[in-house]
């Protein structure tokens, strides 16, 4: 029998319980979230009269949740009208009315005694064969398994999300000693294909996979911090994009999680893993103590390793924890030589050699640091994973690695990795030793565009499960390699479609990266059925190179500016009008430039977490690459009999005019920036490639034909012009923007109402474009523009002048 999902009923609305029904819903689910009535009334419902019979009061803790949940930073919800997916209510009232849903997830508090009073109610209602999960992060499946019926036992399981969990994207199954393989199958195949989840079915051991070794790493370097002498701000400064792990490295992410939550892990572990060699870590150090003592719980509680005070003046600095003294201190701004020798260096994965041979501090730190992690990955498997990539998918999926344990320990080599175990007193574990007898040497290897891991009981490497859904351009970069520059590498994915990847520095476009653009679309005109744009760096593209554009405009060689804008816009424009499909497939940043690409192309295949806009307002000019006479262009496909036109076009005018970006692709709509109908979304992120591949060819297959140039753009004159700069004038007199900003608003205005024509007009793309062109140039010679680009360059974040 195939099983779908079509309603879930979410029991407990916390933070993750909320989370994990927004996510839901995100994906189009109909959820069911229930929660506890309140014992007692709260001084609002005192005064309204209210009794704790009220369905107001009963659903009180539910939907109070809820609604903190959704208004949240950084939203839970793709976009807020998802919301209305989910319904409310409390487990007296509602509980029956599980029986209509598909699959029961129980996110309640960790306590085994309460998880078990409330599975003793759901299986009064709850039908025969539906799934029931608990979120549970660390109580054994098999404790909670006891004293449930047969049907109950083979549908139950752990299902453990990452907080939050539309953006953390681990997903661990675990199964209990009676579930049925088949329901473990599915789960695992409906987080990775409905929820865009890594799937990682892990063994009922304390805290499982992520937790396991995210703990313990947190733990030893808690444990480190004073035997080397180095601050919470060093530590973080060293483990952060340093290594290609998040900004928020180690302590200020666990101010963001939260110290109790850190800290009810580690005592479980300490408590129920008496046989770990290194059981001792997971014991509080005495700072650790003291933090919870005085509340000290991170953001939650207003201070933690961090502190945010407000002065005097009304403005605000961070504070930073002495460990020593157990006192706030300014914040200090570490510095190490070693990071001078690898800033250079984009690909992370090639820093670990150089990170563990350095002589100072930081390279003591290194070599102690992974000395200590690859002797605690060794000694976990079989305990916690037969397969070692799940380890690696699990610290990648849930705690935001760029590279595994065992990924880090391939790219300092296996030998080096043994002699730094050696050099800090660890013991290697005998299926190390024979790997290091044997002639393969790694644990992973690349054949035919696949990854291979090695097969500790066999001995040997085996294909990873689950890659033929996905395309790795890490794979096959230099196997289908059909071209390259210093800005982009042409792979050939099969099938006559070909992919661009940009290689330039934050994947920003620049004249290598449009050199590359057009090669390829000159490629797959004559030989190939499609261009695909994408790749799996951290962002699609941060946009233009400002960098070259600053350096034009200061030397004040407008002509060469000229030339490279006007490059620039054909090259979007060659996307548009070439004789083969192009699919944009952008993720995470696609802004500016990044944006204009994915405007242009004949078909977008955006990841869910897509954060695209035209933000060239904040380096004081419009959108030079075809992204305003696009806008333009949208906004007048979009007029109707009888509609007020202009305030459609008003609309097009305030996005770029507010730089406003998309928080997910599916905001993106909202925005016209995708477009209905024509543009899709992948939850999966690591689905994305393969899914514009399929697009491009089954466009290529139908008879795509070369698209017409659009001649009839109607365009709206003074009309628009003039309401523009009435609007204009009102925003700066109320100071809402500066002269600056005016001025650049203006010229937007300007192109967008297709110059000052005494009435409606049709015109061409390529007027628009000129207009475009000459508008952001003119702001390119205006000294305020070049302080926001100077500005941006060396501070990564706009200036207001």
Not at 410 to 419: F, M, N, S, Y
Request: a neutral charge; hydrophobic letters at 40%; aromatic letters at 8%.
């Amino acid at each position: 029998m195939k099983r779908r999902i079509n309603k879930v009923a979410v029991i407990g609305s916390g933070i993750m319980g909320s989370g994990i029904a927004c996510h839901f819903a995100n994906i189009g689910v109909e959820v069911l979230l229930l929660d506890i009535v309140p014992r007692e009334l709260n001084e609002k419902e005192k005064k309204q009269s209210l009794s704790l019979e009220h369905k107001q009061v009963r659903n009180r803790i539910v939907n109070d949740a809820l609604q903190a949940s959704l208004k949240s930073n950084p939203s839970p919800i793709y976009h807020q009208d998802f919301a209305k997916r989910i319904s409310t209510g409390n487990l007296e009232d509602d509980i029956a009315k599980v029986k209509d849903v598909d699959w029961i997830i129980e996110v309640v508090v960790e306590r085994l005694d309460i998880k078990k009073q409330v599975f003793d109610n759901l299986e009064k209602h709850r039908k025969p064969g539906t799934l029931i999960t608990s979120n549970t992060s660390g109580i054994p499946i098999k404790f909670m398994n006891e004293g449930r019926s047969d049907d109950f036992k083979k549908h139950f399981c752990g299902t453990h999300f990452f907080n939050p969990p539309r953006y953390l994207k681990l997903f661990e199954v675990i199964p209990g000693p009676d579930t049925a393989k088949e329901v473990i199958e599915f789960l695992k195949e409906y987080g990775e294909k409905f929820l865009g989840k890594t799937s990682v079915v892990a063994k009922d051991t304390p805290a499982f996979i992520g937790n396991r070794v995210g703990i313990f790493s947190i733990m030893s370097l808690f444990h480190q911090v004073k035997d080397l002498d180095i601050t919470i701000e060093e530590i973080d400064k060293l483990t952060g994009p340093l290594i290609g792990r998040p900004k928020s490295a180690t302590f200020r992410t666990v101010d963001v999680v939260g110290l109790d939550t850190l800290v009810h892990v580690a005592n479980g572990l300490h408590e129920n893993c008496p046989n770990d060699e290194r059981n001792d870590l997971f014991k509080l150090p005495d700072f650790i103590e003291k933090m919870m003592k005085n509340d000290w719980l991170g953001s939650k509680s207003g201070q933690g390793f961090y502190k945010k005070i407000k002065n005097k003046d009304g403005s605000s600095e961070i504070k930073s924890l002495d460990l020593n003294t157990m006192e706030y201190r300014d914040k200090q701004s570490p510095r190490f030589e070693l990071m001078n020798k690898t800033k250079s260096i984009d690909n992370v994965a090639k820093r670990f050699p150089i990170l563990i041979e350095d002589d100072s501090k930081a390279g003591k730190f290194f070599r102690k640091n992974f000395a200590a992690l690859f002797a605690y990955i060794q000694n976990r498997i079989p305990e916690i994973s037969d397969e070692l990539y799940k380890i690696d998918d699990a610290m990648k999926a849930g705690f935001g690695w760029q590279h595994g344990p065992f990924q880090i320990w391939d790219a300092v080599g296996l030998e080096k990795g043994i002699e730094l175990m050696k050099e800090e007193g660890y013991e290697v574990a005998d299926w190390i030793q024979d790997l290091s007898a044997s002639s393969q040497k790694t644990f992973y290897s690349v054949k035919d565009g696949n990854t291979y891991y090695y097969d500790i009981p066999k001995k040997e490497q085996t294909k990873v499960t689950g890659q033929d859904a996905f395309i790795i351009l890490d794979n096959i970069r230099e196997s289908r390699k059909v071209f390259e520059n210093k800005g982009v590498s042409v792979q050939n994915l099969g099938d006559g479609i070909l992919n661009v990847e940009f290689r330039s520095k934050m994947n920003s476009i620049d004249g290598d990266v449009l050199n590359g653009l057009n090669h390829a679309i000159d490629l797959a005109e004559k030989e190939y059925n499609g261009l695909v744009v994408s790749n799996n760096g951290q962002n699609f593209s941060v946009g233009a190179n400002i960098g070259m554009i600053f350096m034009f405009a200061v030397e004040q060689e407008y002509e060469e500016l000229n030339a490279a804008i006007k490059y620039f816009q054909d090259t979007m424009m060659r996307m548009r009008y070439s004789s083969i499909p192009t699919v944009a497939a952008p993720h995470q940043m696609a802004l500016g430039g990044g944006c204009e690409l994915s405007l242009h192309a004949d078909k977008v295949v955006a990841s869910a977490e897509t954060y695209i806009g035209l933000v060239e307002f904040g380096v004081g000019v419009i959108p030079g690459g075809g992204g305003s006479k696009e806008m333009t262009l949208r906004a007048a496909q979009t007029f109707q009999k009888d509609d007020v036109e202009l305030n459609r076009l008003r609309e097009h005018f305030l996005t770029i005019g507010m730089a406003k970006v998309a928080k997910s692709a599916y905001e993106a709509y909202d925005l016209n920036i995708l477009q209905k109908g024509k543009d899709i979304v992948v939850v999966n992120d690591n689905r994305r490639i393969a899914t514009a591949k399929k697009y491009a060819l089954l466009m290529a297959e139908q008879g795509y034909t070369k698209p017409v140039k659009t001649n009839n753009v109607k365009v709206l004159g003074r009309q628009a012009l003039g309401a523009f700069l009435v609007g204009t004038d009102q925003m700066m007199a109320g100071k809402y923007i500066s002269e600056h900003d005016k001025k650049i608003a203006n010229k937007l205005a300007y192109v967008m109402s297709g110059g000052d024509l005494s009435a409606p007009t049709m015109v061409s793309e390529q007027y628009l474009l000129d207009l475009e062109r000459e508008a952001f140039l003119s702001l390119c010679g205006e000294r305020k523009t070049l302080e926001r680009i100077q500005h941006m360059i060396k501070k990564g974040k706009p200036l207001r002048n």
